[in-house]
């Protein structure tokens, strides 16, 4: 029996007729098959962004409210009453060297006072989960206020947007904060700070780009020739971290000796550090240094040195050297490995702070034949381990040392061994040399080096009759 043919206006499911709207939608669905397709599509999309839009609306409040604390943190930066210091935190977001220490050590001190205000600004005024921070926790306290915004998800437009523009105004939010004293750590002033009117104090570390310039890296080598004069003449008071610094920029011509401020630092990073166990393979006499392996460090002369010793001495003890190979160390490299694998010395990298303490306190003797020092930490650690100290014949070592040190000709090997070889036969001349030492690191102190600092950035204020 054949099958009846379907009437083409009842529905074969239902067997009720369709709808207008139906045999509508099947005859465009028959002739135009894509019609279905970008109808739904075209029905979801306006769905999404009308529903995008209604969330905007409905984020204004908020964009608002949050727009609103933004600016009423400017309005109480601004009305701060104590003096406020803006300090560019950057080297605390990389591994800490001793400008890092340096900056660290000061901002924890002062971070008490009650009478001043620190603005830590990092390396971007962002916060948040997937912004990158500093490798040390920031010192807390009355004084210390970390400058960073923190951006919801739910503003108006999406928090990437608002980040990219905060990045973008960047100088007019710092300026707008009123800062009345700007401190650059480091040498200069961050390009951030451009548009910032305050007063501007730098602290100078060195000036090896006159005096040891091929021992720098390129990049901070063309960096200090062409922003140091600029930074210096800009400032209103300069901090030098020794008298021979100072010294250095009034002889060529950065600076008048009366702008200059000498704030010695304080005795190094392990005053409060607990001693642990000697690093692996270390467990018999030994001698010490510490610092990276590069040029200015004055490595291969200091291999020079113990060869010398050697000659002199069948017995001297082997020469332990800390420290990580830095810039233009290809041939120091080679020629450590070439000396370590004749026994003469052991290269054991970079240690963890209590194992440097403990390498510094059972060291025979410690050397420093370094070409060139701003201020020198390494012989200040020494002294304050009470570790008998050798040390370059500088002026800036003979100022941090004082009489706790011996000190010998920088590139004069035989000079160098004969003081060596002198001490390690002389068990009463190393013991009046650590007690010495031990006097001499005790005078240093992290405390008044932050109060002078603090004096500094006053003496900057009054200077242009800013209070403070």
């Known amino acids: ?44 999309k306006s769905r999404h962004y009308a529903g995008r839009v209604w969330y905007r609306l409905c984020s204004l409040p908020r964009t608002w409210r949050w727009l609103r604390f933004v600016a009423g943190a400017v309005r109480r930066r601004r009305r701060e009453e104590n003096l406020t210091v803006a ?4 080297p605390l977001w990389d591994p800490l060297t001793g400008v890092g220490w340096y900056l660290y050590r000061i901002i924890e001190q002062i971070a008490q006072d009650s009478e001043i205000k620190l603005r830590l600004y990092g390396p971007n005024l962002l916060r948040g989960p997937d912004v990158p921070g500093p490798v040390v926790s920031l010192p807390v306290g009355p004084a210390a206020e970390h400058v960073a915004l923190e951006v919801p998800h739910d503003l108006v437009f999406s928090a990437g947007w ?53 021992t720098l890296q390129e990049e901070t080598r063309r960096a200090l ?29 950065y600076a008048k000796a009366d702008k200059v401020d000498v704030i010695h630092h304080g005795p190094g990073q392990l005053a409060e550090v607990e001693p642990t166990a000697l690093p692996c393979g270390v467990d018999e006499a030994f001698a010490l240094h510490v610092g990276t392996l590069e040029p200015r460090k004055n490595i291969l002369c200091l291999l020079d040195i113990w060869r010398e010793l050697k000659r002199r001495r069948a017995d001297a003890p082997i020469l332990i050297l800390c420290g990580n190979f830095g810039w233009k160390s290809e041939a120091i490299q080679e020629a450590v490995e070439s000396a370590a694998a004749s026994g003469l010395v052991r290269h054991v990298g970079y240690v963890e702070q209590g194992e440097l303490a403990a390498l510094y306190q059972a060291a025979t003797v410690v050397v420093f034949p370094t070409r060139y020092e701003g201020f020198g930490l390494p012989a200040v650690e020494a002294q304050l381990a009470g570790a008998p100290l050798v ?29 060596v ?7 009463e001349a190393r013991a009046a040399l650590t ?20 004096a500094c950035w006053r003496l900057a204020a009054r200077a242009n009759g800013a209070g403070g």
């Open 1 to 44: 029996m054949s099958e009846q043919p379907q009437d083409p206006l009842i529905d074969p499911a239902t067997g009720r007729p369709w709808t207008k709207k139906e045999r509508v939608k099947r005859a465009l669905t028959r002739r135009l098959p894509r019609t279905a397709s970008a109808f739904h599509w075209l029905r979801a």
């Open 87 to 90: 300090v560019d935190v950057t």
């Open 162 to 214: 608002f980040m990219g523009l905060l990045r973008g105004l960047e100088p007019l939010l710092i300026a707008l904060d009123g800062n009345r004293i700007l401190f650059a750590p480091n040498y200069f002033m961050p390009r951030r700070f451009l548009l910032a009117r305050g007063l501007r104090v730098a602290t100078i570390h060195d000036l090896g780009l006159h005096h040891v310039p091929e």
């Open 225 to 253: 020739a062409s922003r140091l004069e600029r930074s210096t003449s800009h400032a209103r008071r300069l901090i030098s971290v020794s008298a021979a610094v100072r010294d250095e920029l009034v002889e060529l011509g």
């Open 391 to 419: 040390c370059s014949d500088l002026a800036v070592l003979r100022e941090v040392a004082g009489e706790g040190a011996l000190y010998a000709p920088a590139n004069d090997p035989e000079a160098f061994a004969a003081a």
């Open 421 to 427: 070889a002198g001490l390690l036969g002389d068990a």
């Open 435 to 454: 007690e010495r030492g031990r006097r001499n690191a005790e005078r240093l102190s992290w405390r008044r080096a932050a109060d002078q600092t603090v």
